[in-house]
T-cell receptor, first 114, second 113 residues
Framework: NAGVTQTPKFRVLKTGQSMTLLCAQDMNHEYMYWYRQDPGMGLRLIHYSVGEGTTAKGEVPDGYNVSRLKKQNFLLGLESAAPSQTSVYFC?????????????FGPGTRLTVT | EDKVVQSPLSLVVHEGDTVTLNCSYEVTNFRSLLWYKQEKKAPTFLFMLTSSGIEKKSGRLSSILDKKELSSILNITATQTGDSAIYLCAVDLNTGTASKLTFGTGTRLQVTL
């Protein structure tokens, strides 16, 4: 039981390049989330999903797109990376129902955009 | 705008000390308040609080919510070096579906020998 995994762990991009971050969970959770964490800013919600095939915007969605084609995977895409997107990205998942508050986090992806 | 503020931003204590971390919030639709511990990587869940005045305890850690004061505290007694971490407070907004967490910036705790 791996929990929540993220790939890659580290990445350096040049401005304008694109990439996709992959999040996978093996807990059969309905809900999945993408956050970014910046110094002095705390964790901020980018996008989230309440089920396969559905996505919704969070607090800071601009410059990112997401897809949830399979229940266990949640992809975060950067179409044209900017230095302002340098951050640590965390994926999380939670079950539906009464325990939906407890989000399980992945180990994070450190992204640097030069 | 929903806001969660934690204090202090950082703290250095000696092993064996007791610490109190603070979290205050201003949100439109409160459902619950959560505490997470973040060491090197992923945040890990500590407590979830929904009702005022009911203390949650886990070993040397405890937390309580005051909905009248819109705040919560996290206490750690007899601190150990393994308690060194960033402690995150988050408020879960009642959106009817998935939990949407608004996080504070965290308190960085360092426990020295």
């Amino acid at each position: 039981n791996a929990g929540v995994t993220q790939t890659p762990k580290f990445r350096v991009l040049k401005t304008g390049q694109s990439m996709t971050l992959l999040c996978a969970q093996d807990m059969n959770h309905e809900y999945m989330y993408w956050y970014r964490q910046d110094p002095g800013m705390g964790l901020r919600l980018i996008h989230y999903s309440v089920g396969e095939g559905t996505t919704a915007k969070g607090e800071v969605p601009d410059g990112y797109n997401v897809s949830r084609l399979k229940k266990q995977n949640f992809l975060l895409g950067l179409e044209s990376a900017a230095p302002s997107q340098t951050s640590v990205y965390f994926c999380a998942s939670s079950s539906s129902g009464s325990l939906s508050y407890e989000q399980y986090f992945g180990p994070g992806t450190r992204l640097t955009v030069t | 705008e929903d806001k969660v503020v934690q204090s202090p931003l950082s703290l250095v204590v000696h092993e064996g000390d007791t610490v109190t971390l603070n979290c205050s919030y201003e949100v439109t639709n409160f459902r619950s308040l959560l505490w997470y511990k973040q060491e090197k990587k992923a945040p890990t869940f500590l407590f979830m609080l929904t009702s005022s005045g009911i203390e949650k305890k886990s070993g040397r850690l405890s937390s309580i919510l005051d909905k009248k004061e819109l705040s919560s505290i996290l206490n750690i007694t007899a601190t150990q070096t393994g308690d060194s971490a960033i402690y995150l407070c988050a408020v879960d907004l009642n959106t009817g579906t998935a939990s949407k967490l608004t996080f504070g910036t965290g308190t960085r705790l360092q426990v020295t020998l």
